[in-house]
């Protein structure tokens, strides 16, 4: 008895993609869990797919069941094209999603800068308001002050003025009635702030 062992024309390294191509095909996986086998029921045969060196995958029947595996054979051939088509896209896809993980990775970092130029506004921005309330609640605090120390002149001059003019009232009494005047009235104006005096001349008996 003698076998014949085919062997695949290209290199396929990526096992879920061949695994892809044979379920694509209407193939039946029986068993995957070794990586350097494959079992599989296709075109009405069981056949296991043993992986070899450099990548190849190659199977082995009786020459005298050479006839069973004629489609087979043929079938396989399109399992090799399918698996090209699978990996070309599986390669596109993790190029696209390397591009896309990529710009993701651009934009949060360029939102971590807005971020952070935002915060460091902000804190500017506070630092300054803070500043401007300061310097403001500072000549509020000022003009009270001034508005005190000016309300305390006007006060004092008040004083000083009405102590004026009671001491003058008094000197005017006093030294016209030496000479026989006697006062008659006196009189306050505080909102026009003048005094007004009258002195009658005293009879003599």
């Known amino acids: 008895m003698s076998f014949i062992t085919r062997t695949s024309k290209i290199v396929m390294t990526d ?7 044979v379920l694509a095909l209407g193939g039946k996986i029986n068993q995957s869990q070794n990586h350097a086998k494959l079992t599989l029921i296709a075109a009405n045969v069981d056949v296991s797919l043993y992986k070899k060196g450099g990548g ?28 090209g088509e699978l990996l070309e896209a599986k390669k596109k896809r993790l190029e696209e999603e390397k591009i896309r993980v990529r710009l993701a990775k651009e934009r949060l970092e360029k939102l971590n800068q807005m971020n952070t130029e935002s915060i460091e506004e902000t804190i500017e921005s506070q630092s300054e308001s ?24 006007l006060e004092r001059i008040r004083k000083s003025r009405e102590e004026y003019v009671r001491k003058t009232s008094e000197m005017v009494i006093e030294e016209t009635s030496k ?8 009189s306050h104006n505080a909102s026009k702030q003048f005094t007004r005096i009258q002195l009658r001349r005293k009879r003599l008996n």
């Not at 096992?15 to 191509?21: H, M």
């Not at 000479?179 to 006196?186: I, P, Y």
């Open 179 to 186: 000479d026989g005047w006697k006062l008659a009235r006196e």
């Open 130 to 153: 803070r500043k401007r309330i300061q310097k403001a609640e500072d000549s509020l605090l000022n003009a009270e002050k001034l508005l005190d120390d000016a309300s305390s002149d």
């Open 15 to 21: 096992k879920q993609c061949l695994e892809e191509a």
């Open 56 to 83: 190849f995958w190659s199977y082995s029947y009786d020459d005298r069941s050479g006839y069973r595996y004629s489609d087979f054979n043929k079938w396989f051939q399109e399992v090799e094209k399918k698996y």
